[in-house]
């Protein structure tokens, strides 16, 4: 017999009315409220928690750190101040969730081997592969210079700002930044009915790709990967083979396997062995090292007589695994590849925020979203620096006029019963607007005494040469592209490295 489907119900409070006792209930459909509370948390964990912005590459909680450390004057010439101080501000005035996550979302952007560029200058124990931070009281942190490209401008009317959780303060929406991070640093998230995993890639290359595209519209995935070959992971390794990248770089989604890089040396006298000097991405030494012990103790792999963890924060990975005589090393590694993580498989699920909705995004779709991100970025700058300069020219116009007969100023000025009558006259006498005349009126007497003409006529000439630049560069969308691609260009020659993951053959 068919069950029929359970109406339940459940008694809710509500807002008293004037008269009725504070207690009233009423009856609500169990399964439509759950349904909408589960639609508002998974609302929630997609837009504000989980996925990244597909032009700034951050999830807010990343954001919400550098504004924050930013417009604490965390400066990367200035000292460093304790972790918890930060988490603490964060916490208080942009982001109202644990610590915990703030401090986790703190330390991995400090961390060389998780971040292809990191964003956080730690000092401190801020952990390793194999082992979590010091507790946030012990470690201090302060923007990298890397972050300062990734907030600056934002003061400049660059970005939307809106309201933080509870009103009283803003926050910007996204971040100016001056390269593609999503594609540089990557990252993951797991929200509710979809997750994103991106990997690292080398800044060079990912600017160079983007000043490609900027200048061929119509360029294909093939053409950008003579620019970007594959991810390039902070901790090395080496590539095997590229079809799986080809079809992320492609469609969004792909996989593909990363090798240790490992070196045939001999480490003894009269024995051969295998060096690990770097590992795939996320993958420890410790655990190397124990998976390797307990394959040697069932017996499944042959020829290892001892292993060695070296490993140390200053030298880097250094895993020596000695080889029984009589045993091929080649044929050893080829085993350790095929049992061990010493070969792992990474998986690309390019799932960002566009628009404020989830998309999957190719390479090309990802450098597209920036592209246009920092030609808006570009233009509302130039808007702003061009108003700027506008009003201060029409304040140094006003002085020019002014100083010409300093005296007579004065003289107004002191014969005025008050601020309006001697506006009134200073606007008559000189030709001056309501605007230049009150910052006159508001600048202290021996300030006005003081300036000097020839420098208030240098400036003004500086000012009118910035608005003529500037009123040029907003007329031609070539040359808002061609400024996006020189400032990309000098992106490139501050923090570009060299690749560190190797291209094998499959």
Known sequence: MAKTPMKSKVKKAASPKPGEYPGKIVDIDVSKEISDSFLEYAYSVIYSRALPDARD?????????????????????????????????????????????????????????????????????????????????????????????????????????????????SEPLVLPAAYPNLLVNGGSGIAVGMATNMAPH????????TKFLIENPTATVKQLMKYIPGPDFPTGGELVGLDGVREAYATGKGSFKVRASVEIEKVTSR??????????????????????????????????????????????????????????????????????PMEDAFSINAVA??????????????????????????????????????????LVDGLLKAIIDIDKVIKIIRASDDASTAKEKLMKDFSLNDEQTTYILDMPLRRLTKMSRL????????????????????????????????????????????????????
């Open 202 to 209: 080398n800044l060079g290359e990912v600017i160079a790709a």
């Open 57 to 169: 590459g951050l999830k807010p909680v990343h954001r919400r750190i550098l504004h924050q450390m930013a417009d604490m004057g965390l400066r990367p010439e200035r000292g460093h101040v304790k972790s918890a101080r930060v988490v603490g501000e964060v916490m208080g005035k942009l982001h109202p969730h644990g610590d915990g996550a703030i401090y986790d979302a703190l330390v991995r952007m400090a961390q060389s081997f998780s971040m292809r560029l990191p964003l956080i200058d730690g000092h401190g124990n801020f952990g390793s592969l194999d082992a979590g931070p010091a507790a946030m009281r012990y470690t201090e942190a302060r923007l990298a210079l890397a972050a300062m490209a990734m907030v600056a401008e934002t003061d400049e009317n660059t970005v939307d700002f809106g309201p933080n959780y509870d009103g009283q303060l």
């Open 271 to 340: 024995k051969m062995g295998l060096v690990i000097k770097e590992l795939p991405f996320t993958i420890g030494p410790e655990k190397v090292v124990e998976r390797i012990a307990a394959l040697v103790k069932s017996k499944k792999i042959q020829g290892i007589s001892d292993i060695i963890d070296l490993t140390d924060g200053q030298t880097g990975t250094n895993v020596v695994i000695e080889i029984k005589n009589g045993f091929e090393p080649e044929k050893v590694l080829e085993q350790l590849y095929a049992l061990t």
């Open 455 to 506: 420098e208030l006529e240098t400036e003004q000439k500086e000012l009118k040469s910035i608005i003529t630049e500037l009123t040029k560069l907003l007329k031609s969308d070539d040359a808002i592209k061609a400024q996006v691609s020189d400032e990309l260009t000098s992106v490139s020659k501050t923090f570009a490295t060299p690749r560190k993951t190797r291209i094998g053959a499959a």
């Open 353 to 394: 925020l566009v628009k404020g909705r989830p998309q999957v995004l190719g390479l090309k779709e990802l450098l597209r979203v920036f592209i246009d991100h920092r030609i808006e970025v570009v233009r509302r700058r130039s808007e702003y620096r061009k108003a700027k300069a506008q009003t201060r020219l029409t």
